[in-house]
């Protein structure tokens, strides 16, 4: 069965970095989510992406942060100047169409230091 | 503004034996979705079900099934003969728009 893939698989960044938290959606995807769950919180919901396009953000998602879609495969997270509260694990999920359910990606665990 | 509330941060049961986790959420669309993710210690989101406001009759997968209450806004999990591999962390989650918010999650426990 497809999957959607992050890597890496866990990041550690000195506070004020740039880091690229990077996906692989499923190949028919249409529709791109980024999440944030900081540790033992909700998950919340961060972007969502859809014809190369931002389609709707969250108040979390200020001009620290923003996404790509490079080629036809890759969706990336970017954060600018990392914070110590920005660590967290970041989920990017996929989606065919809006009537089925989104496909998350196994995340990526962010350590700011 | 859309809400999920899960009012149970832990629950446990035995192996075997049924547990039923609750969910009430609150959304001004008349055309939603309701889910219920899974996430174990690996933290891995996996979705175990889902519903569509439109339909009356209750999901159902294998030993998991929900019961929809769409005039009270509850979406409540139940697992029959519940087994060690589902220990994990439940969230129930319901879109709008584009979106999934989700609940706090329980904390499941399977005791053998």
């Known amino acids: 069965e497809p999957e959607v893939t992050q890597t890496p698989s866990h990041q550690v960044t000195q506070m004020g970095q740039e880091v690229i938290l990077r996906c692989v959606p499923i190949s028919n995807h249409l529709y791109f989510y980024w999440y944030r769950q900081i540790l033992g919180q909700k998950v919340e919901f961060l972007v969502s992406f859809y014809n190369n396009e931002i389609s709707e953000k969250s108040e979390i998602f200020d001009d620290q942060f923003s996404v790509e879609r490079p080629d036809g495969s890759n969706f990336t997270l970017k954060i600018r100047s990392t914070k110590l509260e920005d660590s967290a694990m970041y989920f990017c999920?996929?989606?065919?169409?809006?009537?089925?359910?989104?496909?998350f990606g196994d995340g990526t665990r962010l350590s700011i230091l | 503004a859309q809400t999920v509330t899960q009012s149970q941060p832990e629950m446990s049961v035995q192996e075997a034996e049924t547990v039923t986790l609750s969910c009430t959420y609150d959304t001004s669309e008349s055309d939603y979705y309701l889910f219920w993710y899974k996430q174990p210690p690996s933290r891995q989101m996996i979705l175990v079900i889902r519903?569509?406001?439109?339909?009356?009759q209750n999901a159902t997968e294998n030993r998991f099934s929900v019961n929809f209450q769409k005039a009270a806004k509850s979406f409540s999990l139940k697992i029959s003969d519940s087994q060690l591999g589902d220990a994990a962390m439940y969230f129930c989650a319901c879109t709008s728009g584009s979106r999934l918010t989700f609940g706090e999650g329980t904390q499941l426990t399977v005791n053998p």
């Open positions: 999920a996929s989606r065919r169409d809006l009537y089925q359910p989104q496909h």
């Open positions: 519903q569509e406001a439109y339909k009356q």
